[in-house]
């Protein structure tokens, strides 16, 4: 084993100490099983953080400013989180009310009916969502996916507002994350979340949110928040993608790849800069006698008349001192490797961000149909887990408390609702279609994956952002509509196109005969 200079020193003057460190280090190398925990030299800068399952306050609001800064100004960031909030939630989620009748004892057109009256409540609710009365609850869920990805979680207040105008009075107040603030905290818990009490086994019991202010010389306040009433009934939603066990806090979706949206930035604005700089002629004028420097001799760039020259325009003629030249300045950029670096970049932001690099720069430029759709279907599996996700967290709750209060008005008629409570509530959230990469190839793969047993109409359906029995019913209305005018719709026919002529079969079994 080489020594180092330590080691060398120590040997010449303590021998027996030396051969003890040399044993220890021979030992400790000999028992590593993974070379990713060795701590040589190659790895000394590899400075590691205290483990926590939480990050701290301090960490937590310097990524969220940053990755608030990164959606307002920088382009690939901000263009990331709207693909991001436009594919999960689009338009909003839509209800599917699926109540089963033989669960709660009512026959198959009785559960049919409740469906209607369970779908009718919440789309007539969905316009009054918002406590502020500014969005539609669609809306709301668009900002609340952008504040997860930008902020890292969200918190949403199931409040009462109660005005006169408001045929159920459930509403949505939407809370940033940053007001989850305990105002009496003392100094000492800065650091971690003191604004949240934790029960016996780590959960969230209370919260404190901050009120907003609505002046700059107001004091500010908090209030404490339970999480639970009495009942069960959820008093506050936050909302954040847990990645360990006992995490309490949310961080960034773009936590992991900031330093590369930063770099990326600056070296960007470096080229743009570089560009208008060389679309400048500059010059430099030198002197090549060191005599004419040393008698005083003006070093600018002067006119015959000595009047000094101070910018560079079209058709100029200038004529130079003895011993003086120019220099052009040529900046060369971009160099060759500027357009791979800015595309390896955007890779590794994809990679990191489970974001096909073709979504993430809006780049089909070099694919073809095959690879165009790889792309987006790796992409599709990643919005289907958050859409999932959103859904089972931040709209079924909502929807739960509406179908409630609705209830509770005798709005809907629910028999023994508390005892069927979670059959009533059933529901199934369909998000926004992604159309098509090729019509033709992939309606018929559709087709065939329901002929064979392997799809079904309403998953079909559902992957185009639609309500199969909705479809139904409009074919159903087409088909009598063309029944009375007399005209022959392709989907209804069995045998095959509309054009084929009437009598063509008795014709070929003539002929068979013959």
Known sequence: MKQNLLDRVISYFAPARSLQRTRARVVQELALQYRGAENTRLRADWILGTSTHTATSNERNTLRERSRDLNRNDAVASGATDTMAINVVGQGLQLQSRIRGDRIGVSDLRARELQRQAETIWTDWKPT???????????????????????????????????????????IELVEGD??????????????????????????????????????????????????????????????????????????????????????????EAEVIAARVSACLAVFVTMNDPNMAAFGQSSELETTTNARIQSIEPGLVGYLKPGENINVVN???????????????LRMIGMSLNLPYELLAKDFSKTNYSSARASLLEGRRMFLKWRGWFARMFVQPIYELVLEEAYLRDMFEAPDFYENRSEYVRAQWIGGGWGWVDPVKEVESSRKAVDYGLSTLAEEAAGQGRDWEEILEQQKREQDKANELGVVLLHSTKSGPATETPGKEESNATTKEE
């Open 129 to 171: 969502a918002d406590s502020m009365n500014l969005c539609d609850f669609d809306e709301l869920q668009f900002l609340a996916l952008r504040k997860i990805v930008e902020d890292g979680e969200i918190v949403a207040l199931p409040i009462m507002a109660v005005d006169k105008w408001r045929t159920l009075w459930r509403a």
């Open 179 to 268: 007001r989850i603030y305990n105002v009496k905290q003392p100094a000492s818990a800065m650091l971690w979340d003191s604004a949240i009490e934790l029960g016996p086994r780590g959960e969230p019991i209370a919260y404190h949110i901050k009120k907003a202010a609505r002046s700059a010389s107001e004091r500010p306040e908090s209030v404490r928040i339970d999480v639970r009433d009495s009942k069960g009934r959820p008093k506050i939603l936050h909302v954040f993608p847990v990645r360990r066990p006992g995490q309490i806090r949310g961080v960034p979706f773009f936590a992991p790849v900031m330093t590369l949206f930063k770099d990326l930035a600056d070296t960007m």
């Open 331 to 345: 900046p060369n950029r971009p160099g060759t490797t500027f357009a791979p670096f800015v595309e390896g970049v």
